[in-house]
């Protein structure tokens, strides 16, 4: 069990090294915290120590734990698509060189 | 039939993880990055519900249970999405800081929760992933925390060292993974708590030393770090989702380390040990004007920018520390509307996490074809009339290509190849390199000293009035 979940680890750090070394420079925020959101997929481990939780102590610590989650995954969602949407070609206002400036990145 | 329902469960997690990896993958162009982002979602909805299912079948779960899930996604979701959409673009970088910090404090409680449930019943082998899991969590949260207060401002941004700080993180770090080995080997509590103690001052001391200039590179690693984390707690409760999502940050993280560190000319171990230059709080050591240095009024530099026919701007951090991305992009649109070919040069370490000076830029609604990487504009250089620095100092330094200087073999933007070049800068202090920069004394250089939000709306005034 260990040795199967070690070996889907280390193969998911290639693929992540893969995936990740073409993302361009402009994204690097953006990639962040996309990968930022990505991490809050520990919601889920917090929600299994909820599951078995059986005294005081266990409610609290699964409270924070489904908290600190939770804020993880959702702000991190958010916020990411937040910066997206900021990244336009071109705005539509196009100022008078606009021509000259689309020539110029097919170039 | 339980056999039939845990397949079903792991075919959603394995789903979920196809949609991260294409999530990212999506994300090579700002075309196609906005459907990464959904895609990503997607996977998330399905993995959560998922584990919410898993959860309900075995029937463990109490109704306080069910309270306290509610209870921590209503405060935390609530939060997170406040904090998302009211964070001004500047503010980023804290509050990526912050989303790690919680991220890494949950990964640790999962752990801090098994070991409390489990003790001495599990493997040892189980038991060395829940403690790097605590440990690494502890480091991450305490860490990221004061990171976001430095980034902040809260916490000042200069590097903050005493006599022996290092044998103390090195003592801190052996007591961290000593204990840690004691009390896989023998349970107890005490123990563990030395071990979060210990963990959670480590991430503390870590941090402080690291001047504001570092954090890209900080930033990056803790990133890193949440993703091991969140991996290691995947170990903890067997959950295939969260080892291949923390070890997809993890990567991510790492290779953003890498890149900021490079670009930097530094390496990891020398950032984390601290001890060089002294982060952004450099205030005016050197007068305005030392020896054969030109600065140069607000309407000659107007005169020179409008009659260019191509401008390039090479924004840095003192651009993201005046929050003048508007004055800015507001400059290339009067200079664009005159038919100046404006472009920007964005060295890989400008602003305060990797690419966060395009993301201000694209804020004040430049277009992101603009925004030139460094191996891509520095060719242009050479047929620039006017290199328009702003607030960039060390990563424009030509002593860099000479060896035996503090900046040796640093990659630069070739700024000094235009036929002319304007500095916007509030006085002749060094950057984080503390080091002279050259390019201020070149013969084509004409200093304008002025804060970069103020210099620059004096520029767009006095062009405006040139050409009426």
Redesign the interface.
């Known amino acids: ?2 040795l199967t ?1 070690f070996i ?3 193969l ?6 893969e ?36 005294n005081v ?3 609290i ?31 539509a206002p196009a ?3 606009d021509a ?2 689309s020539g ?2 097919a170039a | 039939m339980s056999g039939t329902f845990n397949t079903v469960i792991q075919l959603i997690y394995l789903a ?2 196809s949609c ?2 294409l ?3 999506l ?5 196609t ?2 459907r ?3 895609v ?2 997607a996977g ?1 909805v399905a ?2 519900a998922a ?2 299912a ?2 309900i079948h ?1 029937g ?3 109704a ?2 069910w309270v ?2 509610g ?3 209503l ?3 609530g ?3 406040y ?3 009211t ?1 001004k ?1 500047t503010a ?1 970088p804290q ?2 800081s912050i ?2 910090a ?2 890494g ?3 640790a ?2 752990a ?3 070991y ?2 489990l003790g001495s019943q599990v ?1 040892a ?2 038991s060395v ?1 829940t403690l790097l899991d605590v440990i690494i969590g502890s480091v991450t949260f305490s860490g990221s925390i004061i990171a976001a207060g430095k980034l902040q401002g809260m916490i000042t941004s200069a590097p903050v060292t005493f006599p022996g700080a290092r044998i103390g993180n090195l003592l801190l770090a052996a007591t961290a993974v000593g204990v840690g080995a004691y009390v896989i080997a023998s349970p107890s509590m005490i123990g563990l708590g030395v071990v979060i103690a210990a963990a959670l001052i480590f991430g503390v001391s870590m941090v402080m030393p690291i001047g504001g200039a570092d954090m890209p590179v900080v ?2 690693l803790l ?1 890193a770090f ?2 091991t984390a ?2 290691m ?24 380390t890498k ?1 900021m560190a490079d670009a930097m000319n530094r390496s990891i171990p020398n950032i984390m040990l601290g001890g060089f230059g002294s982060g952004d709080a450099v205030v005016a050591v050197a007068g305005p004007a030392g020896a054969g240095v030109q600065s140069i009024a607000a309407d000659d530099a107007a005169i020179q920018l409008a009659y260019a026919s191509k401008v390039i701007i090479v924004p840095g951090y003192g651009l993201a520390a005046a929050q003048a991305q508007h004055e800015v992009a507001a400059l290339a ?1 009067l200079l ?2 005159r ?3 404006v472009s920007y040069a ?1 060295h ?1 370490v400008a ?1 305060r ?4 000076m ?2 201000l830029l ?2 004040a ?1 430049v ?5 030139k ?1 460094m191996d891509e504009i520095n060719p242009e250089f050479a047929r620039t009339d006017v290199s328009l620095v702003i607030g960039a100092n060390d990563v424009t330094n030509p002593a860099a290509r000479r060896p035996g200087t503090a900046i040796s073999g640093m990659p630069i933007l070739d700024v000094d190849a235009a036929k002319s070049i304007i500095v916007i800068k509030r006085s002749m202090s060094h950057g984080y390199a503390g080091i002279d920069n050259e390019l201020y004394t070149n013969p084509k250089t004409s200093m304008f000293f002025a804060d970069a939000k103020k210099g620059l709306a004096e520029l767009t005034a006095s062009v405006k009035t040139l050409v009426g």
């Open positions: 069990m260990l979940d889907i680890f280390v998911s750090l290639w693929v992540g090294f995936v990740i070394s073409k993302v361009p420079a402009t994204l690097h925020t953006p990639l962040m915290s996309a990968a930022n959101s990505i991490h809050g997929i520990v919601l889920a481990g917090a929600i299994v120590i909820a599951a078995t939780a059986d102590v266990g409610y610590l699964a409270f924070v734990a489904v908290a600190f989650a939770a804020m993880n995954v959702v702000g991190g969602y958010v916020v990411t698509g937040r910066m997206l949407k900021m990244f336009k070609r071109r705005t100022p008078a060189s000259s400036v110029k990145v | 979920a993880a991260f990896v999530g990212l993958h994300m090579n162009t700002p075309a990055a906005r990464g982002n959904q990503s979602v998330m993995a959560i584990t919410g898993l959860v075995e463990q779960i109490s306080t249970g306290v899930i209870a921590g996604v405060v935390g979701g939060l997170g999405l904090a998302a959409r964070v673009m980023m509050l990526v989303f790690n919680v991220g404090g949950a990964a409680l999962v801090i929760r098994d409390m449930t493997a082998s189980t992933t930033i990056s990133n949440t993703g969140v991996a707690a995947g170990f903890v409760i067997n959950n295939t989702a969260l080892i291949i999502a923390g070890a997809l940050v993890g990567a991510s993280g790492g290779i953003l890149l649109d664009e509307s038919g100046v070919e964005i890989p602003g996490m990797p690419g966060h395009n993301v694209a804020e609604n277009p992101y074809p603009l925004l990487e």
